[in-house]
């Protein structure tokens, strides 16, 4: 697409991957200074992303490194969403390739988010075809909570998902977790059930709705700091998110004010292998600071 006013480049980069085809799929916008919100979300829609990122100028309170610190305002196909943790870091690894790696500053709708890049580039900011990157990206969430949810409210989520209350495992109580958007962990006794996903689009959706949710965090233990993940995304307008940032924020935190991990954590996140897209997303726990880490390679789409 060819840079002009009316129609600025928009970069195809995927997020939580190395490979083009593993990850999440975003876009970035790198200079949205002529848009407005329709125009925003009219790409973004176009695309079909679960998000596309938008940059503009840094509010003048917001500090940071000259060039270096960015206003970033993230858009699903169907709505505005307050942050996206993919997004980010697509975001981030464009930029690393464009002005090298370092710090950055987010101001997002949800809070200020630091994110760290480090690495290499290869050259795929100047668009060669094998997509290499070498680059990795962490965010720093805003400060997080984990609140309950309603015995009403879960039982209409396991209806949506048509999951029988037996499947769910008793050591990850579900909870709606925040770190930027909100999210419902629920856990997966087995394997088997978390891959078996075919859920009612509109149900889930309208209860998602009702809860100010982004996504349903769906998540199977295998082992004490590996787990696998699922998040459908019905209110963004996609079945399925292939690697979800801002969830792993989330999870991160309801993970350490249940106990399930220590205060001081890696944990490692497998998703998107049930959609042929697979992700790792690492997740930092530091004792003494609430706030998550997120972290995870990303590439740009040839």
């Given at each position: 697409?060819?840079?002009?006013?009316?129609?600025?480049?928009?970069?195809?980069?995927?997020?939580?991957?190395?490979?083009?085809?593993?990850?999440?799929?975003?876009?970035?916008?790198?200079?949205?200074?002529g848009l407005d919100e329709a125009a925003m979300l009219g790409i973004a829609a176009e695309l079909?992303?679960?998000?596309?990122?938008?940059?503009?100028?840094?509010?003048?309170?917001?500090?940071?490194?000259?060039?270096?610190?960015?206003?970033?305002?993230?858009?699903?196909?169907?709505?505005?969403?307050?942050?996206?943790?993919?997004?980010?870091?697509?975001?981030?690894?464009?930029?690393?390739?464009?002005?090298?790696?370092?710090?950055?500053?987010?101001?997002?709708?949800?809070?200020?988010?630091?994110?760290?890049?480090?690495?290499?580039?290869?050259?795929?900011?100047?668009?060669?075809?094998?997509?290499?990157?070498?680059?990795?990206?962490?965010?720093?969430?805003?400060?997080?909570?984990?609140?309950?949810?309603?015995?009403?409210?879960?039982?209409?989520?396991?209806?949506?998902?048509?999951?029988?209350?037996?499947?769910l495992d008793p050591g990850i109580p579900p909870r709606i977790a925040y770190a930027g958007a909100r999210?419902?962990?629920?856990?997966?006794?087995?394997?088997?059930?978390?891959?078996?996903?075919?859920?009612?689009?509109?149900?889930?959706?309208?209860?998602?709705?009702?809860?100010?949710?982004?996504?349903?965090?769906?998540?199977?233990?295998?082992?004490?700091?590996?787990?696998?993940?699922?998040?459908?995304?019905?209110?963004?307008?996609?079945?399925?998110?292939?690697?979800?940032?801002?969830?792993?924020?989330?999870?991160?935190?309801?993970?350490?004010?249940?106990?399930?991990?220590?205060?001081?954590?890696?944990?490692?996140?497998?998703?998107?292998?049930?959609?042929?897209?697979?992700?790792?997303?690492?997740?930092?726990?530091?004792?003494?600071?609430?706030?998550?880490?997120?972290?995870?390679?990303?590439?740009?789409?040839?």
């Open positions: 697409m060819t840079e002009t006013a009316a129609t600025p480049e928009v970069l195809r980069y995927t997020a939580f991957s190395a490979d083009p085809a593993g990850g999440n799929p975003a876009g970035v916008v790198l200079d949205a200074s079909g992303y679960s998000e596309t990122a938008f940059l503009t100028a840094p509010p003048e309170a917001l500090g940071g490194e000259p060039g270096r610190a960015f206003t970033v305002r993230y858009f699903s196909p169907k709505a505005e969403v307050p942050f996206c943790g993919h997004a980010t870091v697509a975001t981030a690894v464009a930029l690393g390739e464009r002005i090298g790696p370092g710090e950055l500053l987010f101001a997002t709708r949800a809070g200020t988010v630091p994110v760290s890049v480090t690495g290499s580039a290869t050259g795929s900011a100047t668009g060669s075809q094998d997509g290499g990157s070498g680059l990795r990206a962490t965010l720093t969430s805003v400060e997080p909570h984990v609140e309950a949810i309603s015995d009403a409210d879960l039982a209409e989520a396991l209806a949506a998902l048509d999951w029988p209350a037996a499947d999210h419902l962990v629920l856990g997966a006794a087995t394997r088997a059930r978390l891959a078996d996903l075919a859920y009612d689009f509109a149900r889930l959706e309208a209860l998602m709705r009702r809860l100010d949710l982004t996504t349903v965090q769906l998540v199977h233990r295998a082992g004490p700091a590996v787990f696998h993940v699922r998040d459908p995304f019905p209110v963004g307008g996609v079945v399925e998110d292939p690697a979800t940032g801002a969830a792993a924020a989330a999870f991160g935190a309801y993970a350490r004010e249940l106990g399930l991990v220590p205060a001081d954590a890696e944990l490692t996140l497998h998703q998107g292998e049930d959609m042929g897209r697979p992700g790792v997303l690492t997740v930092e726990l530091r004792a003494g600071d609430p706030r998550v880490r997120v972290g995870g390679a990303g590439v740009r789409i040839p």
